[in-house]
Nanobody, 115 residues
Framework: QLRASGGGLVQVGGSLRLSCAASGMIFSIANIGWYRQAPGKQQREFAAGFTSGGSTTYADSVKGRFTVSRDSAKNTVYLQMSSLKPEDTAVYYC??????????WGQGTLVTVSS
């Protein structure tokens, strides 16, 4: 249904691009969001999203540093992350927003920002 990939180890100030591959049906009708869960935290927080209508929305903590985009031909939503900080370290997931199905979470992809 939704699969996040592209995580890895990056230094402070570096960049990384994550990908979220979705089924064609989900991609065409749903808003797709990026969420993250920091180490030791139980809650996943919303980071950024791309609506089915083509607009974007960002959490204040990532605004100006992260950019979400969509490739309709590939049914993929991307999260370009720049100026990364240690506090961006987390497992990143994609899902619809609002979240309507828990089984869409998948395993996520780990981003580690080292100082």
């Amino acid at each position: 249904q939704l699969r996040a990939s592209g995580g890895g180890l990056v230094q402070v100030g570096g960049s990384l691009r994550l990908s979220c591959a979705a089924s064609g049906m989900i991609f065409s009708i749903a808003n797709i969001g990026w969420y993250r869960q920091a180490p030791g935290k139980q809650q996943r927080e919303f980071a950024a999203g791309f609506t089915s209508g083509g607009s974007t929305t960002y959490a204040d903590s990532v605004k100006g540093r992260f950019t979400v985009s969509r490739d309709s031909a590939k049914n993929t939503v991307y999260l370009q992350m720049s100026s990364l900080k240690p506090e961006d370290t987390a497992v990143y997931y994609c899902n619809t927003f609002p979240v309507v199905r828990g089984d869409y979470w998948g395993q996520g992809t780990l981003v580690t920002v080292s100082s």
